[in-house]
C-alpha cells in the first residue's frame, strides 16, 4: 500500500509538469519533424504530401528538376558551425584563466566578480549588440581611438564581418562559458596540486596533467553550452554580420518569415537540433565515465 501510495503521489506531482513539457516542447517538435516531410506550398504554408526533397537540398541534391546541385546550403552550415567552434576556442581561452585568478581571490571578491559577470543579463541583448555596433563602425570609438593614437592611419573595416560577429558572440555567451569553468575550478583540490609539485612536476606539467583533467567536466559543459547557442544564433549575425555573414539560424529564420518555405525551414531546424542531441549525447557519455571511473 505504501509502495502504491508513493506512485500515486509522484503521478500527482509529476503530473501537470509532464503535460506543460508534452504540449509545450514535444508538441512542437513532432509538428517540426513532421512539416519537415511536407510539400512546400506554392503561396506559403505546406502542401500534405510526402516530400523529402528539403533534406537533401540541405546537402546540395535537390530535386534535380527545378534546382541543380549546390553546396550553398551546407556552406553555411559549415560556415555557422565553424564559427561556433572559434567562439568555444575564444571564450575558453578567456575564461579559464580568469576563473582560475578568480578562485584565488578572497570570498567576498569572488563574489562581487562573479556578479559583475552576470550583470549584463540584466541589460537588453539588442542594446548591448547595438553598442558593439557604435564601437565597431568605421567611425565608430575603437577606430576612432586607433586613429587618434597612431597605430593605424585608416579605420578598419570590422563591423559586418566575420571578425565583428565573433566578437559579438564571445561578448554575449561569456557567462555561460565562465560558470561552469568556474565551478569546476573552485572545487578543484589544492592538495591535488602541491603534491604534483613536491613530486618535482613544472608549473606547466601540474597544470596539464592534473589542473586541466580535474577541471575537464566544466570545460564540456562550458563548451556545449556556448556551442550550442552559438550554432543557433541568427541576432548578432544580422546586427553585426550583416548580409556578408549568413549563418544557419538567420537562413532559418528567412525560410519561415520571408521565403515562406516552412518545410525547409523546419528541415534546417531538426538537422540543427539533431547536430545539438549528438553534442549532449557526447557529453553526457563522457561525463558518465568520468564519474564511473575510479
Same mark, same amino acid.
Given at each position: ?51 523529402? &526533397? ?6 546540395? *541534391?535537390? =530535386?534535380? %528538376?527545378? %534546382?541543380?546541385?549546390? &553546396? ?28 582560475? *585568478? ?6 567576498? *571578491? ?24 557604435? #564601437? ?15 597605430? #593605424? ?20 555567451? +561569456?557567462?555561460?562559458?565562465? +560558470? ?8 578543484? =583540490?589544492?592538495?591535488?596540486? %602541491? ?100
Amino acid at each position: 500500500m505504501a509502495v502504491k501510495r508513493d506512485r500515486t503521489r509522484l503521478a500527482v506531482l509529476l503530473g501537470p509538469v509532464s503535460l506543460v513539457l508534452g504540449i509545450c516542447f514535444i508538441g512542437p517538435l513532432a509538428v517540426m519533424i513532421i512539416f519537415s516531410f511536407l510539400e512546400p506550398g506554392l503561396y506559403g504554408g505546406v502542401e500534405w504530401n510526402f516530400y523529402h &526533397w528539403s533534406y537533401g537540398r540541405i546537402l546540395g *541534391w535537390a =530535386d534535380g %528538376e527545378w %534546382e541543380d546541385f549546390d &553546396w550553398v546550403y551546407a556552406e553555411i552550415f559549415g560556415r555557422s558551425a565553424r564559427l561556433a567552434f572559434i567562439n568555444v576556442l575564444i571564450t575558453l581561452a578567456i575564461c579559464y584563466p580568469a576563473a582560475l *585568478w578568480v578562485r584565488g581571490l578572497q570570498r567576498r *571578491w569572488r563574489m562581487f566578480v562573479v556578479f559583475l559577470i552576470t550583470l549584463p543579463f540584466f541589460v537588453s541583448l539588442v542594446v548591448r549588440l547595438f553598442a558593439w555596433v557604435l #564601437i565597431l563602425r568605421p567611425t565608430g570609438f575603437l577606430n576612432y581611438g586607433l586613429v587618434g593614437l597612431g597605430v #593605424i592611419e585608416e579605420p578598419l573595416d570590422l563591423i559586418f564581418t566575420e571578425t565583428a560577429v565573433l566578437i559579438g558572440m564571445a561578448y554575449v555567451l +561569456l557567462p555561460f562559458m565562465f +560558470l561552469p569553468v568556474y565551478a569546476s575550478v573552485e572545487k578543484l =583540490d589544492r592538495s591535488l596540486v %602541491e603534491v604534483s609539485s613536491d613530486l618535482g612536476a613544472s608549473s606547466f606539467q601540474t597544470f596539464c596533467r592534473v589542473t586541466v583533467p580535474l577541471t575537464l567536466p566544466g570545460i564540456a559543459a562550458g563548451s556545449v553550452l556556448v556551442f550550442i547557442p552559438s550554432l543557433g544564433n541568427f541576432i548578432v549575425p544580422d546586427l553585426l554580420g550583416g548580409a556578408k555573414v549568413l549563418m544557419i539560424g538567420n537562413l532559418i529564420e528567412q525560410q519561415f518569415l520571408s521565403a515562406r518555405n516552412w518545410p525547409f525551414g523546419a528541415a534546417l531546424s531538426v538537422m540543427m537540433m539533431a547536430v545539438m542531441f549528438l553534442l549532449i549525447l557526447i557529453y553526457l557519455r563522457r561525463i558518465g565515465r568520468m564519474q564511473t571511473r575510479p
